[in-house]
C-alpha cells in the first residue's frame, strides 16, 4: 500500500505560479506510472500529467507549455511546477500512482488532494 500526500497548492492570481508536490510513503522506484489528476467543481476528475518509468512524461492539452512535471525517486516525492496559471485550472489535484503486475492486474492509489484555486 503506496500513501500519497499532496501540498503545495493555494490561492494565486491568474498568470501566476504554483509547484505542487505529491510524497510517496515509499520507494517509488518500483512504481509504472505517477501521475497528476485534477477535479473541478461539478465536473469529472481529468488527466494533467504523468511521469513514466521510461522517463518519459505526458501533459495534456490544455495544460501544455504551461505545466512541468517531475519526479525524484531518491527522495520518493513527484511534483507539478504551474506557471501561467488561468482561473480554469482552479481544481483540487490529486496525485496517482499505478503499479502494473505481470498477471495483468494493476494497483492504484491515490493521495487525498490539494486545492488550487486561481482568480482573474
Known amino acids: 500500500q503506496v500513501h500519497l500526500v499532496e501540498s503545495g497548492g493555494g490561492s494565486v492570481q491568474a498568470g501566476g505560479s504554483l509547484r505542487l508536490s505529491c510524497a510517496a510513503s515509499?520507494?517509488?522506484?518500483?512504481?509504472?506510472?505517477m501521475g497528476w489528476y485534477r477535479q473541478a467543481p461539478g465536473k469529472q476528475r481529468e488527466f494533467v500529467a504523468v511521469?513514466?518509468?521510461?522517463?518519459?512524461?505526458r501533459i495534456a492539452d490544455p495544460v501544455k507549455g504551461r505545466f512541468t512535471i517531475s519526479r525524484d525517486n531518491a527522495k520518493n516525492m513527484m511534483y507539478l511546477q504551474m506557471s501561467s496559471l488561468q482561473p480554469e485550472d482552479t481544481a483540487v489535484y490529486y496525485c496517482n500512482a499505478m503499479q502494473y503486475y505481470d498477471d495483468g492486474d494493476y494497483s492504484s492509489y491515490w493521495g487525498q488532494g490539494t486545492q488550487v484555486t486561481v482568480s482573474s
Open positions: 511521469s513514466i518509468d521510461d522517463g518519459s512524461t
Open positions: 515509499e520507494s517509488i522506484g518500483s512504481i509504472n506510472t
